[in-house]
């Protein structure tokens, strides 16, 4: 038959897509990338890279678990850290089982969505919950003017309420369920073999669903501003800033950039590279999924600087408290000595008869679970103090900041703990 089909004694041209390479699996590709120089090293670069990404956040959590002895934020820190080696190794593996891409770009979609609710969640609790939230700002004003509209200067300024959070809060909730059922729907068109046959309906529909996951993380990214503008000046001592600006960055590198591509693809942009299949969109995907393995390691870096700062931060802060805490106990005793020895006397000279010469008793002797009762309150007290000198200075801080932004403080100087501040 050749290049020509026959049908009913005619001779017909071939179908637009019937030169085109299906696909390879897993032991094709690694062939394919190992029949060159640079496909070989860029194959080999990546791996070592993601291996590197792996190692480097398993260190990370080791410090984090040594060092941050909070239960609800130090969760929160480490899920969020592992959205870096998510998509580094999802990336890799779409290179090694170029079949399996769909999948792997719906499972890394799934944990950025749970990653941008737990966010909103970790900064929520920075304030102390949702209500505290609202305490503290309340008559915080900011400016609707974010990016991507910052350059919108007629937004006016409004007023934290609870309609403005609500819809802050979707604007970044929506991401998590646009991006998943777009990553869906095209992987049931390729499940229906559409890709196989080749249909232009089919590109056209990549290039609408990835325009739709764009604007999707668009909004996000106007969300995530308006949650910064509310707490950059009274969550500063968290380091709130390189955070949001890590997350909006890991939106548009993850988002955006598979948008670019799939236009690239759809329009014939990016050529045939030997010796990859001549396919625009599987060469498209091997370059995609390359420079994401190579981003994620760096950006986990620069995270991790970013935590490790926190976290040290705040473990010598514990470390200052415990030893406070040491000198309470071992000063208890005879503070609580000395107290009932006041308390002894005054009792004294109350009931004292002038006529009988008064002399007050040497070593005062009282119950035994009077002295303990009197010891554990001069313990709870002293503790309480210590703690309040320890956390002076960083309050102090917080709290000239607020006042600086119009913030009413309160609320937060109630809550001058060791979890109001970690």
Not at 73 to 86: K, M, N, Q, S, Y
Not at 210 to 223: K, Q
Not at 244 to 261: D, P, R
Not at 322 to 345: F, I, K, Y
């Amino acid at each position: 038959m050749g290049d020509m089909m026959m049908m009913n004694g005619n001779t017909l041209p071939p179908p637009p897509c019937a030169n085109m390479t299906l696909t390879p699996n897993s032991i094709e590709m690694v062939e394919l990338m190992s029949s060159s120089q640079w496909t070989l090293a860029l194959l080999i670069v990546c791996s070592i890279l993601a291996g590197a990404c792996l190692l480097i956040y398993v260190e990370t959590i080791m410090f984090i678990l040594l060092r941050l002895p909070y239960g609800t934020r130090r969760g929160f820190l480490i899920f969020l850290l592992g959205c870096f080696p998510v998509f580094s190794l999802t990336s890799i593996l779409s290179i090694y089982f170029p079949r399996a891409t769909l999948m792997a770009e719906f499972a890394a979609s799934a944990y950025l969505a749970v990653c941008v609710y737990t966010f909103i969640l970790l900064i929520v609790n920075y304030f102390g919950g949702y209500e505290n939230m609202l305490k503290i700002l309340h008559e915080e004003r900011f400016s609707l003017a974010q990016a991507p509209c910052c350059c919108c200067r007629c937004l006016p300024e409004v007023a934290l309420t609870k309609k403005t959070f609500h819809r802050a809060r979707i604007m970044v909730m929506q991401m998590t369920v646009v991006r998943p059922v777009a990553l869906f729907i095209s992987a049931i068109l390729w499940t229906d073999g559409l890709v196989a046959m080749c249909f232009e309906t089919y590109q056209t529909i990549e290039v609408v669903l990835n325009l739709i996951a764009t604007i999707s993380t668009l909004c996000a990214i106007y969300g995530l501003g308006l949650f910064y503008e509310m707490s950059i000046r009274p969550l500063r001592k968290f380091y709130v800033r390189p955070k949001f600006f890590g997350m909006k960055i890991l939106l548009l590198l993850t988002n955006v950039q598979a948008a670019i591509f799939a236009f690239l693809n759809r329009f014939g942009v990016i050529g045939c590279l030997s010796p990859l299949p001549c396919d625009s969109e599987f060469t498209g995907n091997v370059i995609l999924n390359a420079i994401v393995a190579i981003e994620m390691p760096f950006l986990l870096l620069i995270a991790r600087i970013i935590a490790l700062k926190f976290v040290q931060r705040f473990h010598k802060l514990e470390q200052e408290l415990s030893v406070s805490m040491a000198t309470l106990e071992t000063n208890a005793a005879p503070m609580a000595e000395e107290m009932c020895s006041r308390d002894q006397v005054r009792s004294s000279n109350d009931v004292r008869i002038t006529s009988i010469p008064y002399s007050p008793p040497s070593s005062p002797e009282l119950p035994a679970d009077i002295t303990d009762e009197i010891k554990e309150e001069t313990k709870e007290e002293l503790k309480k103090e210590a703690e309040s000198i320890i956390m002076e200075e960083i309050m102090k801080e917080v709290n000239e900041t607020m006042e600086n932004g119009g913030v009413h403080t309160s609320t937060l100087e109630k809550r001058g703990n060791r979890d109001s501040i970690c």
